[in-house]
């Protein structure tokens, strides 16, 4: 059964500093892996999507990258602001049948100004 | 990008009612809409995933004659949530598909409260 942990569970950090959020898997065989920011009380936002074939992922300040032989994933996040407070989720899509996505409890994260 | 919409955004009923709960997409069509329940500081955990034209398929331990799943078009899944009761109190996201990319796009979610 796959799991999806993310660590550290909250972090706390000064406007401007760079930062890495954690994910780990428990089984490899994946298809895919999506970083999600999630706003309180709201839905999730897509930010970035790796494929397994895939090493890394950027879109401006976000670098994500993947090392699916060993199950983990990164997001790092530069120069971070105060917008960037959010939970950022990240999930799994296993292998076979199903479209289904394996997600973690998050990482909430607060930039302070 | 993609949009999925749901009604409503929150919801207050009391125990034993039945909640309908609406998931769209907006500007594009998906044969298959998934739909998600979050409980406080919890993972998202998939109940269903929804077909059109068709029976929607259930996640172990989720009971299908309490959650019932509608997709009777390719822009609208309905979730109904029959006799709730306190413990069904959370929060219920859907997400789309746009194929054939493999991104899926979430909608805004609906708090459930069941009193």
């Known amino acids: 059964k796959q799991e999806v942990t993310q660590i550290p569970a909250a972090l706390s950090v000064p406007e401007g500093e760079n930062l890495v959020l954690n994910c780990s898997f428990t089984?490899?065989?994946?298809?895919?892996l999506q970083w999600f920011r999630q706003d309180p009380g709201k839905g999730l936002t897509s930010l970035l999507l790796i494929q397994s074939s895939q090493r890394e992922q950027t879109s401006g300040r976000l670098n994500a990258s993947l090392d699916k032989s060993s199950g983990r994933s990164t997001l790092y996040i530069a120069a971070s602001q105060p917008g960037d407070s959010a939970t950022y989720l990240c999930a799994v899509r296993p292998k076979g049948g199903s479209e289904k996505l394996v997600f973690g409890k998050g990482t909430k994260l607060t930039v302070n100004p | 990008g993609a949009v999925v919409s749901q009604h409503p955004s929150r919801v207050i009923c009391k125990s034993g009612t039945s909640v309908k709960i609406e998931c769209r997409s907006l500007d594009f069509q998906a044969t298959t809409m998934f739909w998600y329940r979050q409980f406080p500081k919890q993972s998202l955990m998939l109940m269903a995933t929804s077909n059109e034209g068709s029976k929607a398929t259930y996640e172990q331990g989720v009971e299908k004659d309490k959650f019932l799943i509608n997709h009777a078009s390719l822009t609208l899944s309905t979730l109904t949530v029959t006799s709730a009761h306190p413990e069904d109190s959370s929060f219920y996201i859907c997400?789309?598909?746009?194929?054939?990319?493999?991104?899926?796009?979430f909608g805004p979610g609906t708090r459930l409260t069941v009193l």
């Open positions: 997400s789309a598909r746009l194929q054939p990319i493999v991104r899926l796009f």
């Open positions: 089984d490899s065989a994946i298809y895919n």
